[in-house]
């Protein structure tokens, strides 16, 4: 990791020792969890221990009492079926039905970041000139910054939604690439997609996030200088779904982590294991 991957404010404040009481609130909890952790019973990991490297887990053992990795409860692995397309409300699934395999890029930015209104207008316009089929969750008020007529001119290469099913989505066959700030969520929904990722980090542990992905995980690329331009995102694309041996070798790599993801949330696997430790230590 490097400094320049930690989040503005945090990075400003370890230089400047900022005044505690008038840095910003991200900032603020963590410095909170960090006078907080060293007196934990347990530390609980939105994560799975297989993902980090042996180094970093180490080093966790041996600054607390107890690390218990619990994965994330919020999906089943390995993945259902997907419900019927007729089912889905939203009309993404019926519309990547239509898709050919591997073809379509969905880009979402998750409810709390946001991208500058100038990329917005740069995303739309590679998007546009790649013809990649495309899938938006994009909330009404952000279609302002969206170029004139692009709506209209894309009217059959993409869909744009104010919500789709994340998780559906991203395991439907037709999805080749996922647009994404990088949290740390939605990475884990990739991963157990199968789906190769463009990386444009917005805020909090976005940017340690994408290092991962790109450098460590090789499961992805960073957009070209960490914003989105055109000429840069037009390039990212091409990468990810033009360059066939590129793409195959992320797939693989893509393919191995769900598998280590999937041993581990089974029945004898850590994250399981220590999610009965965590049940034991709550019912103490």
Request: glycine residues 6%; charged residues 25%.
């Amino acid at each position: 990791m490097r400094f320049g991957d930690l989040p503005p404010e945090v990075l400003q404040e370890i230089l400047q020792g900022n005044d505690p009481n008038c840095s910003p609130i991200f900032a603020r909890t963590l410095r909170r969890i960090r006078e907080v952790l060293p007196r934990a019973n347990a530390v609980v990991m939105n994560s799975f221990q297989e993902l980090n490297s042996t180094i970093l887990t180490d080093d966790l053992k041996s600054k607390f009492q107890d690390i218990l990795y619990v994965g994330f409860l919020t999906l089943i692995v390995p993945t259902p079926p997907l419900p019927p397309s007729y089912t889905d409300a939203t009309g993404c699934l019926p519309w990547l039905d239509e898709q050919k395999p591997t073809s379509a890029a969905y880009i979402s930015f998750g409810t709390l970041a946001a991208v500058p209104p100038h990329e917005f207008a740069a995303l739309a316009e590679a998007l546009e000139a790649s013809c990649v089929p495309f899938l938006w969750s994009l909330r009404e008020n952000f279609k302002a910054f969206l170029p004139n007529g692009f709506l209209e001119r894309t009217r059959k290469q993409g869909k744009i939604v104010p919500w789709a099913p994340q998780a559906h989505v991203l395991s439907h066959k037709a999805v080749g690439v996922y647009i994404t700030h990088c949290g740390y969520n939605s990475v884990f929904e990739s991963i157990v997609g199968e789906v190769p990722m463009i990386c444009r980090p917005i805020l909090g542990d976005n940017k340690m996030n994408g290092r991962m992905v790109e450098n460590v995980w090789e499961i992805g690329v960073r957009v070209e200088g960490g914003v989105f331009t055109k000429k840069g995102m037009v390039k990212s694309l091409e990468l990810v779904l033009g360059h066939d041996q590129h793409r195959r070798r992320m797939k693989e790599k893509i393919r191995d982590l769900k598998e280590l993801v999937v041993k581990a949330a089974g029945p004898d696997g850590i994250a399981s294991k220590d999610f009965k430790t965590l049940l034991e230590l709550i019912s103490q």
